[in-house]
């Protein structure tokens, strides 16, 4: 993992430091539960009433504290223990079980995240128009945007296409991606976001033109080939994969 200090989560917490592990592996932040409770609270012993909080959500069985790991963070001390964190998801139900005024913005915030969404599956639409507003918002044009859609459609064909060729798990998935990465780029998908110094973002939203249509041209390559050929299992399918990515290679030049 990679150690990373933030100076704060958003100027809702004013500006307290959040200390933070970055996990590059699963793409995942990793924050401290005491900082949080004491940016939330303004507790003079955080520790404490993190320890009575947790005891309390253990008693009415909260999947929080199960869900709570401990990772090595450093201290006012200069040394590094072991302290209670929690990912971005965990966090936030944190803050629902926490009764401060501080929390309330996020908790009105989660309430209207939760509205949303239960709107969108009676209206997809909804969510079709967030995602295009989302990029409006970012400066991406109506064609790159109409591009991208396109390309998320395209991807879902080739997930769908190895589920029924017996891929099932989500490390399959990555493992078949990059393949097709590694073979046109010579990286697999978290190195080539880690050259790109992205963490959490989308890797397609920060390539290039050229970048984006290697990757889709990989996995349409893929897709066909599987159509053509029926890999089943991983071992198969990785080796189609490979071909794909070569097609890609093979047009970059």
Known sequence: ?????????????????????????????????????GALTSSK??????????????????????????LKLKSADGKYYNQDVLDTKGI???IESIPSSKA???????????DERISEV???????????DYYRNRGYNDKWIKSRLTGVV????????WKENGITKDYEYGILTNEIYKE???????????YKGLRKESLRDNMTDIEVALTDLGEIATRELAKEHKPYGLKENKEIA?????????TRG
Not at 47 to 62: H, P
Not at 104 to 114: C, N, V
Not at 154 to 161: F, G, N, V
Not at 184 to 192: D, E, R
């Open 92 to 94: 936030l139900r944190l």
């Open 122 to 132: 009676f209206d997809p639409e909804l969510a079709v128009n967030r995602v295009v």
């Open 242 to 250: 490979k071909r794909g990515g070569k097609i890609a290679k093979n």
């Open 184 to 194: 046109w780029s010579g990286m697999k998908a978290s190195q080539y976001k880690e």
């Open 45 to 70: 012993e955080p520790r404490k009433y993190w320890s009575v909080l947790k005891t309390r959500l253990k008693k009415e069985g909260s999947e929080l504290t199960t869900n709570c790991s401990q």
């Open 154 to 161: 395209d991807r879902r064909k080739l997930t769908d296409l």
């Open 104 to 114: 309330e913005p996020f908790k009105l915030w989660l309430a209207k995240m939760g």
């Open 1 to 37: 993992m990679e150690n990373n200090r933030l100076k704060t989560i958003s100027n809702l917490f004013e500006d307290n430091e959040i200390r933070s592990v970055w996990d590059s592996e699963k793409e995942e932040y990793y924050f401290s539960v005491v900082d949080v409770v």
